[in-house]
């Protein structure tokens, strides 16, 4: 966990430096001005460890309230590193192309104008980046499959994964998006990692809100890598008094359909896809279900 943070707080810095050296064209040289900009540096910089200091010691609304500023602040911060990553290895590329070809380094992109461009991009690209990724769309994928039940001319999964319930999204959002899920009157709801991003004893509000979603075959949930982070067996805790029945490396047979779990290899995680799937019927519809399948 240590060495996770120190490599963390190493990348997540040297982002911000970069970021800097490509602002620095439109930063006053006013000493003040600079020393104010290092501060909120390093506090953005150490704000993610902060937060979960925070949720440990149950000062939720302070942790809230930083997570909104400190993973808002990331968020634009990739972008900003992206697009000035790239002006840095044009101006690298130009300057070793000058050397050759002195009328390349017209082409340089420094100074101010450029700065300020870049920074616009980022503020478009980031503002609607928040916007697309807060409005929920459902994809349909039809499956046509001779190992189905016979009883089931059509059967209805609902697939769910990376809610991360937590600081950010909590009961307001989950109320919408199981009504939404209600709405498509699933036969089976499947919920495949990363739903809770926050120790679990600060959900005990949403466990209702799961509850009335019954689904005729169930409910079936594995662990991500967030649920790890967060305390495995709290998470998994949760999960199943929410209605969730958590496979972990295991299958099971519902309704005349197989379905197989395996846990996410969080901090080395027991994980075996072929030994779990080993029992799988050939002739029925297995679904199968993992956090990250690479």
Do not use: C
């Not at 911000?16 to 006013?30: D, E, Q, S």
């Not at 300057?95 to 700065?115: E, Y």
């Amino acid at each position: 966990m240590l060495l996770f943070l120190a490599i963390f707080l190493t990348v997540y810095a040297l982002m911000h430096l970069l970021v800097y050296y490509g602002v620095r064209p439109l930063i006053p040289a006013t000493k003040p001005f600079r020393t104010g900009i290092l501060a909120w540096a390093i506090l953005m910089i150490v704000a993610p460890v902060l937060v979960r200091v925070l949720e440990g010691i149950d000062q939720i609304s302070l942790a809230r309230l930083l997570a909104w500023v400190a993973y808002l602040w990331m968020g634009f911060l990739w972008l900003a590193f992206a697009a000035f990553l790239v002006q840095a290895l044009w101006n690298g590329a130009t300057r070793i192309l000058a050397r050759f070809r002195p009328k390349a380094r017209n082409a340089l992109l420094t100074g101010a104008k450029p700065s300020f461009l870049i920074l616009l991009l980022v503020w478009g690209a980031g503002t609607y980046a928040f916007f697309e990724a807060r409005e929920l769309r459902i994809e349909q994928v039809s499956i046509s499959s001779p190992a189905l039940a016979e009883e089931y001319t059509k059967l209805r999964i609902v697939q769910i994964s990376d809610l991360h319930l937590g600081l950010l999204y909590g009961e307001t959002e989950l109320r919408a998006l199981t009504q939404r899920i209600q709405a498509l009157k699933p036969d089976l709801v499947a919920a495949t990692g990363d739903i809770l991003d926050i120790q679990h004893h600060h959900l005990n509000g949403l466990v209702p809100v799961w509850q009335s979603l019954q689904p005729p075959l169930g409910k079936f949930a594995v662990i991500g890598n967030h649920e790890v982070y967060n305390g495995k067996a709290g998470s998994i805790a949760f999960l199943e008094e929410a209605g969730f029945r958590v496979l972990q490396n295991e299958l099971v047979e519902v309704g005349g359909i197989e379905i197989a779990g395996v846990n996410d290899p969080a901090r080395s995680t027991a994980i075996d896809d072929f030994k779990t799937l080993a029992t799988a019927t050939a002739e029925k519809f297995t679904l199968f279900l993992k956090h990250r399948p690479w």
